[in-house]
């Protein structure tokens, strides 16, 4: 039997989350992800594509992204970057990936904030590799030169950056900072590219979040006859958005 302090830290951590995704999963059933869907169904024809002799090239030609590439192709290339599975990793980690957390978002954000939040974190990952390479190993935020090398592709750092801010919408704030030390662990165990791209794309999250805070902060002194409800209270709820 689960004790009752436990049961009752899960109720507060996760219950609003789990009440908004479920009711959207059982009244819509799979209608409520269609782009979560459609994100797996493309990862999925890019990864059996680019195991192809006639297609890895393609799909290098397309989503491949390297910090020693010039910008604008790779500025070009990051949106579809993030749906090209990193061939060093097996495909059912991101299909697992993008199921799940892209399907919580997608029903709790909506299909436009998912997919801009997941570009923008995306983003993040690709622009930092330059100047962290350009920093240099011996900065605590640098790389190595190798680095600019190294494809850079996969859906993790939007996976990480989404998971972190829906559990700041759903206020989830055990379970978010769980999400942001974890990350900070895999860099001190394994300072590579990959773990110090998931520490910039929750930086820009985190941006992201301070951005509304502020802007939230700054509404609710310019009403006058009262305060709109907070994520958390009683009066606010998760919203469902097709």
């Known amino acids: ?5 436990v049961r009752a830290f899960a109720r507060r951590e996760w219950g609003p989350l789990y009440g908004t995704v479920r009711t959207a999963l059982v009244t819509r059933r799979w209608r409520a992800i269609p782009m979560t869907l459609a994100a797996v169904c493309l990862t999925s024809v890019l990864q059996i594509v680019q195991n192809q002799d006639w297609g890895y090239q393609a799909v290098q030609d397309i989503g491949s992204v390297r910090a020693e590439d010039p910008l604008v192709l790779s500025l070009l290339r990051t949106p579809l970057s993030l749906f090209v599975p990193a061939l060093d990793l097996p495909v059912w980690g991101a299909l697992g ?23 923008v974190a995306t983003l993040a990952g690709t622009l930092y590799a330059r100047v962290g390479i350009a ?6 935020l640098g790389l190595p030169a190798t ?12 996976v990480v950056a989404l ?9 989830a704030r055990w379970t978010g900072t769980l999400v942001i ?21 929750i930086a820009a999250v985190l941006l992201a979040v301070a951005l509304q805070e502020w802007r939230a902060r700054r509404r609710r002194r310019g009403q006058p006859g009262g305060v709109e409800p907070r994520p958390g209270t009683r009066s606010w709820k998760p919203p469902i958005r097709s």
Not at 135 to 140: A, I, M
Not at 163 to 171: G, I, N, P
């Open 97 to 119: 990936q993008v199921l799940l957390v892209f399907g919580i978002a997608e029903i709790c954000l909506g299909r436009v904030r998912t997919l801009l939040l997941a570009y």
């Open 135 to 140: 920093l240099g190993p011996d900065s605590p």
């Open 147 to 158: 680095d600019a090398q190294v494809v850079d592709t996969g859906p993790s750092a939007a």
């Open 1 to 5: 039997m689960i004790p009752l302090p």
């Open 163 to 171: 998971a972190v801010y829906v559990c700041w919408r759903s206020r």
């Open 181 to 201: 030390v974890a990350m900070v662990v895999e860099v001190l165990v394994k300072n590579n590219l990959a773990g110090k791209e998931h520490i910039a794309a």
